[in-house]
């Protein structure tokens, strides 16, 4: 059980148009989601937390009007990338919490990569 | 806030046992994880520490002293799969705060 994916795998795309990723608990409900940005060599980097039926928390220096975030469900989220430049060229993860042995546990979606032109 | 500290990188041969450590201090910290993650990939979960002791799983095993604000990860009979990052993350209230990882290399 908890298995998380996130679609697309990786995406190439030009300077201002936007980009849509989604995270999806497969055999589970989650009622958060995370959503985490990581460049190459450098530490996973909490961009917001994502409840679902409510609106996004946003890390501080994370803009919420460029990162769009909905979770409309228990078993999805998305992230829209909105007018993508270089600079946000990265990897993206997605995390959802699973309730397992009295603690909640973050399984990881496999991640997108990325790639503004 | 949280402040987690790991080694970068660590060398070790296939066979051998190799130990990570890690110190954090934070704010409402409600347990310790541990997540192994290869190059290009996400994060997979290894272990979960929320009292003080040791973990077994395996040839993975966790260790959690709240007191001293310290945990490791031991690996046991290494095999070169392992060559990958360690991440240490602390939890707060439903949220985790990644150390920088340390980077493994098992050699033959």
């Known amino acids: 059980g908890a298995v998380v994916s996130q679609h697309p795998s990786w995406v190439i795309c030009k300077s201002g148009t936007s980009v849509k990723i989604e995270c999806r608990s497969l055999?589970?409900?989650?009622?958060?989601m995370f959503w985490y940005r990581q460049f190459p060599k450098q530490s996973l980097m909490l961009m917001a937390t994502s409840n679902e039926g409510s609106k996004a928390t946003y890390e501080q220096g994370v803009e919420k009007d460029k990162f769009l975030i909905n979770h409309a469900s228990l078993t999805l989220s998305t992230l829209t990338v909105t007018s993508a430049h270089p600079e946000d060229s990265s990897f993206y993860i997605c995390?959802?919490?699973?309730?397992?042995?009295?603690?909640?546990?973050?399984?990881f979606g496999p991640g997108t990569r990325l790639t503004v032109l | 806030g949280q402040n987690i500290d790991q080694p970068t990188e660590m060398t070790a041969t296939e066979g051998a046992i190799v130990q990570i450590n890690c110190t954090y201090q934070t704010s409402g910290f409600n347990g310790l994880f541990w997540y192994q993650q290869h190059a290009g990939e996400a994060p997979t979960f290894l272990s979960y520490?929320?009292?003080?002791g040791l973990e077994e799983k395996g040839r993975f095993s966790s260790f959690l002293s709240r007191s001293k604000g310290y945990s490791y990860l031991l690996l046991k009979e290494l095999q070169m799969k392992d060559s990958a990052s360690y991440l240490c993350?602390?939890?707060?209230?439903?949220?985790?705060?990644f150390g920088k990882g340390t980077m493994l290399l098992v050699s033959p």
């Open positions: 993350a602390a939890g707060g209230y439903s949220t985790l705060t």
């Open positions: 995390s959802a919490s699973f309730w397992e042995e009295s603690t909640d546990t973050q399984y």
């Open positions: 520490n929320v009292l003080d």
């Open positions: 055999d589970f409900q989650a009622t958060t």
